[in-house]
Every structure is written in structure tokens, then in C-alpha cells.
């Protein structure tokens, strides 16, 4: 026999909270152009700077990294916060969120980095990089011809790639893939290799008015000229193909480890004070310590 209970009085509910403001204009970092200053390769924008700090600090040896996706409320609160120039916790939001953060940031840009925008690098261009010999590993000719034809990729990568880009991107792309390359060197413990990097991070970086185009695009492979092939040379090739955007960033052309040397610029960006032009500056129309001590240079 059941026995029914008399339902408990309900409760007059409270005030609602007023809903947010959105963020100012002046204070927005995710979806607005890239600022003049990150030019010159001394400072990156917010997000971009501190996340790819956290990720080197606690993410180089997390299984997955850049492909799993963090809890929706924690990637919108944290990025809500960079675009009220309000603090962010990473170490509490976790280094998921910090890697999916990065991502969106260029997903976002009003401007693709690949595409056909203005300042884009066009995907016939991108259709231009020469294929990877086919010579397998080993002495004699055939190993002398893959690497003449990988001097020849990585040589139209910068030359012709990057030249169709603006300093600013340029930069962009040097920051965040001197630490990609310091990922794919610990690929034993995180499984991303610079081929997985370039598949999570092509379409993000690859977008046009045919959506049909922009996926096949973001394949990767060596011997695929497309926008993953190119971003996985650019991991793969690091101190070659970004040797200019090295030199600029670190006033210097002599850094026994490049990719450290660039992450190293980026701790120390965090350390300065906030510029008051940091996050407000006129936007471009152009085209734990010790992981990552450990583990750059293995």
C-alpha cells in the first residue's frame, strides 16, 4: 500500500540576476583583429600568451592534448574573462581548456589565416607547396633527393607561405608552433605527433566561402599540399621555416633551441606589467616549470 505524502509548499522564487553586459568593445580579444604591436614578435595578445605558457607548463605530457574537449561552462567563463580583460585561473580551469582556448582564438580571427580574406594566405597558394619525394629512408640517391626535395618545401613554405601573410600572423604562427614543436617532441606520452597537431589545428586556420574547399584543406600528411601539410611542416621544420620570425622575436639569430628560446619569450611576457595597448591597441587590416624543462629538449 502506498502511502502519498502531502507535497511540500512551494517556495517563492528569488530575484532573477540582472543578465551580463556584454564585453566592451575596447577590452574584446576573441574575434577582433590581431593588434599592430604583435608585429614585432615582443608581445601576443592575452589569451594567446598566457595559454600557450600553461599548456607548456602542464600539458606536455597529457594523453590527448588539443584533441579533448573541456566542460563548455569552463571554456565559456574563461573566455568570457579574456574578453572583460578580467582575471583567469587556468591552473583551476585546467590545461584543456587553455589548449581549446588557443584554438578558438584563431578560429575567431575576422580574418583566417588561410582562406580567402584579405590578408589570407589564398589556398592556391597553399596548392603550390611541391610534394615530398617519395625516396624512402637510407643511402645513395634517393635519400639525397628527399632531402633536396624537403629543403624545397620548407624554403616555399617560408618564402612563398608566410610571405603572403602579415608580420603579425607571422608571428602568431611562430609562437604557437615553437610550441607545437615542443609537443610533438614528447608524442610518447602526449600521442600528438606534428601530423595530429596539424589535423586539430587546420580548421581552425583554414577558412573560405566554400565549406566544401576549407575540409580539404585541413588534411595533413608530407605529401599533402594543403593546409595540414603545410602546418605540420611548419611543426616538423620549426627553426627552418620560421628562421626571420625567430630572429625578430628574440633580437637574435643564435638560439641553440629555438623553440625553447621562443616559449622562454613568452614566460617572460608574462611577467611584464599589463602595456595599457596590449588589448586596445589599433587592430591590424593586414593581410609546473620544471615539465617543460625537462621536456623541451628531449
Known amino acids: 500500500m502506498r502511502v502519498e505524502g502531502t507535497a511540500a509548499p512551494s517556495l517563492p522564487a528569488g530575484p532573477r540576476p540582472p543578465p551580463q553586459s556584454p564585453p566592451a568593445a575596447e577590452t574584446m580579444v576573441f574575434g577582433v583583429a590581431v593588434p599592430d604591436e604583435v608585429a614585432d614578435g615582443r608581445m601576443l595578445p592575452r589569451p594567446v600568451r598566457e595559454c600557450i605558457a600553461h599548456v607548456r607548463r602542464h600539458g606536455l605530457d597529457t594523453e590527448g592534448l588539443f584533441r579533448r574537449s573541456p566542460p ?138 566554400n565549406p566544401v574547399d576549407d575540409v580539404a584543406m585541413c588534411g595533413a600528411g608530407a605529401r599533402a599540399p594543403t593546409v595540414g601539410g603545410v602546418l605540420q611542416l611548419m611543426v616538423e621544420r620549426f627553426d627552418q621555416v620560421f628562421s626571420a620570425e625567430i630572429a625578430r622575436a628574440l633580437g637574435r639569430s643564435d638560439a641553440d633551441d629555438p623553440a625553447t628560446a621562443i616559449l622562454d619569450a613568452v614566460d617572460a611576457m608574462n611577467q611584464r606589467p599589463p602595456s595599457p595597448l596590449a588589448e586596445t591597441a589599433e587592430p591590424t587590416t593586414h593581410t609546473s616549470p620544471s615539465i617543460a624543462s625537462a621536456s623541451d629538449g628531449s
Do not use: W
Open 72 to 209: 563548455s561552462t569552463a571554456l565559456r567563463a574563461a573566455k568570457d574573462s579574456y574578453n572583460r580583460a578580467q582575471a583567469v585561473d587556468l591552473d583551476l580551469a585546467g590545461v584543456h581548456v587553455a589548449a581549446v582556448l588557443l584554438k578558438m582564438y584563431f578560429r575567431e580571427l575576422p580574418t583566417a589565416v588561410f582562406g580567402d580574406g584579405a590578408g589570407s594566405c589564398g589556398y592556391e597558394t597553399v596548392r603550390g607547396l611541391p610534394a615530398a619525394s617519395a625516396a624512402g629512408p637510407g643511402d645513395g640517391e634517393p635519400a639525397e633527393v628527399a632531402r633536396q626535395m624537403d629543403a624545397v618545401r620548407v624554403r616555399y613554405v617560408r618564402e612563398v607561405v608566410l610571405a603572403a601573410l602579415g608580420a603579425a600572423y607571422r608571428q602568431l604562427l611562430c609562437h604557437v608552433c615553437a610550441l607545437l614543436s615542443v609537443v610533438a617532441r614528447n608524442q610518447t606520452a602526449n600521442r600528438m605527433p606534428a601530423h595530429n597537431l596539424a589535423i586539430v589545428f587546420a580548421p581552425n586556420m583554414a577558412r573560405s566561402r
